[in-house]
Nanobody
Framework: QVQLVESGGGLVQAGGSLRLSCVAS????????MGWYRQAPGKQRELVAT???????NYADSVKGRFTISRGNAKNTVYLQMNSLKPEDTAVYYC?????????WGKGTLVTVSS
């Protein structure tokens, strides 16, 4: 069984930065992709950024140029560096791992950006 644990959320002022981390444990293989999604109050969960095992990266248009996703050397970790944060970035951020179209999710970490 795979478990994903996120960390790094918190309260930050607009224009500030946060770095989210996600570590996978359990029956780990080389995930096809890992990434971050977020869900703001009253909204649907949306993709923030993903990175494949081959290194291909995809960002939501709303975070391009501000957020950077990366994978750790251990391949079971993924990070999200978030700069120039805006109040509209406020959400619960979820780590996701994809293994042959089976998706695993963390419990989420709350990011709150004050204006």
């Amino acid at each position: 069984q795979v478990q994903l644990v996120e960390s790094g959320g918190g309260l930050v002022q607009a224009g500030g930065s946060l770095r989210l981390s996600c570590v996978a444990s359990g029956s780990i293989f080389s995930f096809n992709a890992m990434g971050w999604y977020r869900q703001a109050p009253g909204k649907q969960r949306e993709l923030v950024a993903t990175v494949t095992s081959g290194g291909s990266i995809n960002y939501a248009d709303s975070v391009k140029g501000r957020f950077t996703i990366s994978r750790g050397n251990a391949k079971n970790t993924v990070y999200l560096q978030m700069n120039s944060l805006k109040p509209e970035d406020t959400a619960v951020y979820y780590c996701n791992a994809n293994l042959y179209d089976v998706h695993y999710w963390g419990k989420g970490t709350l990011v709150t950006v004050s204006s």
